[in-house]
């Protein structure tokens, strides 16, 4: 039964012979239909959020909107508003365990902020996608919305490689006193790690559009060249090698000749880019300036052994969020910034939760890693869910492990890579249930 005929069944037209007026209730009818649009505007705002202190909590308002028309929708058409899935308890825990460190000081915005980025956003998106992404063709929107984002992302990395900085929009990308890394690719992020491993993982779902046919022609020509070259101006030696590893190993495992050709031509033409980033003295000295550079090594092994030291010292409760910034900027004293983070995720949640917070974290990404896993897949269910496929299983573990990977060298509290992330594993987690419902129909 389609979305509307739901909703008009739930009640929605009952007010007439009372007298009500319907137009708001109608509006409130389309709104709830358009919920697929509505998380991809949400995430967009997050992609999108101006760093002006006037638009600051632009994002917030968004994603309480998308869970109260969530919310409604769901009570409309008589959904469970909780339920239970893999990632759910550890999700949980952490989430527990961060508010309680965030509680201690509770008004200090930026904590508030983290996470919210942390946890909540990935928390409550890989949820609401399950509840929203069940069809065919909001599955195509979200596949959409995934390629439109990265070709713009593409565009800029490579325009700010090729040093055409009017074509960069916004225009805050460009802004020195904001974030780090303005000598790099960097995105609306404002930070190098976050736009590669982003243009990473979106670059998986470009692979998988194109084996099953939806991306070719000269769009497919783009993202092979473009996509190499956008993970190359971002100048981040973690990213470079994470790129270089997905494409690697999809090439030597695949059992799809069309994504084992376009592992291939990703690796052709990207060296083809390379040489020719190299032959131009300015972006070569750059590049080659950023493979040499030694001192972020330095500095990061000196967070690590700071960072060891005090979880040798509490390795069971941890530090807790404000006595574990106040303790590393003291013991980092001979390095002259504002404010210390660990530059890894997994370093950092054991030092500040302890060994309880790294079990859970670690719980966590177990249970990404299997999102794509199901006992048995109908006939009708390996054909349908859009870009969700079975094959769409095979590129997933190496999306996660991306992830991972780069959460060695970065603190994950970018909440649209999260947001992404665990709104794939719920649409993951959507598929595998239809599939076990049809496996017991059968």
């Given at each position: ?275 020719g980033a190299v032959s131009f003295q300015g972006s070569r000295e750059a590049l080659l300036e950023r493979a040499e550079e030694r001192s972020p090594v330095d500095f990061r092994i000196s967070l690590y052994r700071a960072g060891w030291n005090m979880f040798l010292e509490k390795p069971f409760l941890g530090w807790g969020t404000h006595s574990m910034e106040a303790e590393l900027a003291r013991r980092m004293d001979d390095f002259r910034q504002e404010s210390f983070v660990f530059h890894n995720s997994y370093l950092e949640v054991v030092v500040e939760h302890g060994l309880m917070g790294l079990a859970l974290y670690m719980w966590v990404l177990f249970d990404l890693f299997r999102a794509g896993r199901v ?68």
């Amino acid at each position: 039964m389609e979305l509307t005929g739901q909703l008009s069944a739930g009640g929605f037209n009952g007010g007439a012979g009372l007298g009500i007026p319907l137009a708001p209730f109608r509006l409130l009818q389309r709104a709830m239909t358009a919920a697929p649009l509505a998380f991809m505007a949400t995430l967009g705002v997050m992609l999108f959020r101006p760093p002006d202190l006037e638009f600051y909590h632009l994002d917030r308002v968004a994603f309480g909107a998308l869970l109260l028309l969530v919310a409604l929708r769901a009570l409309a058409l008589r959904q469970p508003l909780w339920f239970v899935r893999p990632v759910t308890w550890p999700m949980f825990g952490l989430f527990v365990l961060s508010l309680m460190g965030v509680l201690a000081e509770p008004y200090v915005p930026e904590q508030w902020s983290v996470f919210a980025a942390k946890w909540v956003v990935p928390f409550a998106l890989y949820h609401v996608a399950e509840m929203v992404f069940q069809d065919d063709a909001s599955l195509r929107q979200f596949e959409t919305f995934c390629l439109i984002v990265l070709g713009y992302l593409c565009v800029i990395a490579v325009a700010f490689l090729a040093g055409a900085r009017p074509l960069i929009f916004p225009r805050y990308i460009l802004d020195p006193s904001l974030g780090i890394h303005a000598d790099r690719a960097r995105g609306p992020f404002l930070q190098a790690v976050a736009n590669g491993v982003t243009l990473i993982m979106l670059g998986l779902v470009a692979l998988n559009a194109y084996r099953r046919g939806r991306l070719r022609g000269v769009a497919a020509v783009f993202f092979l060249i473009a996509l190499p070259l956008a993970v190359l101006a971002t100048k981040t030696r973690a990213v470079w090698l994470s790129f270089a590893g997905a494409v690697a190993f999809l090439f030597l495992s695949s059992g799809n000749l069309r994504v084992r050709r376009a592992c291939l031509r990703v690796a052709a033409l990207g060296m083809v880019g390379l040489l020719g980033a190299v032959s131009f003295q300015g972006s070569r000295e750059a590049l080659l300036e950023r493979a040499e550079e030694r001192s972020p090594v330095d500095f990061r092994i000196s967070l690590y052994r700071a960072g060891w030291n005090m979880f040798l010292e509490k390795p069971f409760l941890g530090w807790g969020t404000h006595s574990m910034e106040a303790e590393l900027a003291r013991r980092m004293d001979d390095f002259r910034q504002e404010s210390f983070v660990f530059h890894n995720s997994y370093l950092e949640v054991v030092v500040e939760h302890g060994l309880m917070g790294l079990a859970l974290y670690m719980w966590v990404l177990f249970d990404l890693f299997r999102a794509g896993r199901v006992a048995h897949v109908g006939r009708v269910q390996a054909l349908r869910l859009g870009f969700i496929d079975i094959h769409f299983r095979a590129l997933w573990p190496v999306l996660v492990a991306v992830y991972a990977v780069n959460a060695c060298f970065v603190v994950m509290n970018y909440q649209f890579v999260n947001g992404l992330l665990f709104a794939v594993a719920g649409m993951l987690s959507a598929w595998s249930r239809m599939a076990a419902g049809e496996r017991q129909a059968c």
